[in-house]
């Protein structure tokens, strides 16, 4: 697809239960990230992948957060022992580097994934 | 530590109506602004950046360093405006996502009345 395709759009977990979602970026960009975006907040920077390696988790909110891009396209963000306080939209966005030919800075988005915990 | 600040959660226009959203940030440095713009049902999107200097369905930004300020501004509001707008801000390894990420605003929603 043309587009950042997130997977699933909507989950519903119990509180304790692990999710898993994914993110197919943009064919060819290189750097990766997620955000958080709780109902009515901005979103916040989650974690970056620049290819397979993850530069910075700093927005991480606890070790339950884990997430990967092993072969440097698709990557999941992993939720453990969800919580209330997880219910929110992950994004996932994908660009360019900056620096190589084409950047224009603009991150495209998913759809975003939304995550209820009961 | 970089910061963006929306004031208005909600704005409400007549059609035809100027609108303004505000923008201000704290950064240390030169940073790249931008406007992300969620319409209902539809994924986050960039609307326009400061560096292109561009009008993007008649709507303009302008960075003033000075008051750190982006607000975004239209002349004349159309029903179509009405949506999420979010401001960002790129600034240095310390925004979240090294030099590419992007530090956002809580969001105005602006609502364009008939």
């Known amino acids: 697809g043309a587009g950042v395709s997130q997977s699933p759009r909507y989950k519903v977990a119990k509180r304790g239960q692990d999710v898993a979602l994914r993110c197919d970026p943009i064919?060819?960009?290189?750097?990766l990230f997620w955000y958080q975006q709780a109902l009515g907040q901005g979103p916040e920077f989650l974690t970056y992948?620049?290819?397979?390696?993850?530069?910075?988790k700093s927005g991480l909110p606890s070790d339950r957060f884990f997430a990967e891009r092993p072969e440097g396209s698709v990557s999941t963000l992993k939720i453990q022992r969800t919580q209330q306080e997880d219910s929110a939209v992950y994004l996932c966005?994908?660009?360019?580097?900056?620096?190589?030919?084409?950047?224009?800075?603009?991150?495209?988005f998913g759809e975003g994934s939304r995550l209820t915990v009961l | 530590a970089q910061r963006v600040t929306q004031p208005e959660k909600l704005l409400s226009v007549f059609k035809g109506a100027p609108v303004e959203l505000k923008c201000n940030y704290s950064y240390s440095g030169s940073p790249e602004l931008f406007w992300y713009v969620q319409y209902s049902r539809q994924r986050l999107q960039l609307l326009l950046r400061h560096i292109s200097r561009e009008s993007i369905k008649g709507f303009t930004a302008d960075l003033n360093k000075g008051e750190t300020s982006f607000h975004l501004k239209k002349p004349f509001a159309q029903e179509e405006d009405s949506a999420m707008y979010y401001c960002a801000l790129r600034g240095g390894p310390y925004s979240g996502g090294g030099a590419d990420g992007l530090t956002f605003g809580k969001g105005t929603h602006l609502i364009i009345q008939p």
């Open positions: 966005a994908s660009s360019k580097r900056s620096g190589l030919a084409g950047y224009t800075g603009e991150l495209f």
């Open positions: 992948f620049q290819n397979e390696a993850q530069l910075d």
């Open positions: 064919s060819g960009h290189v750097s």
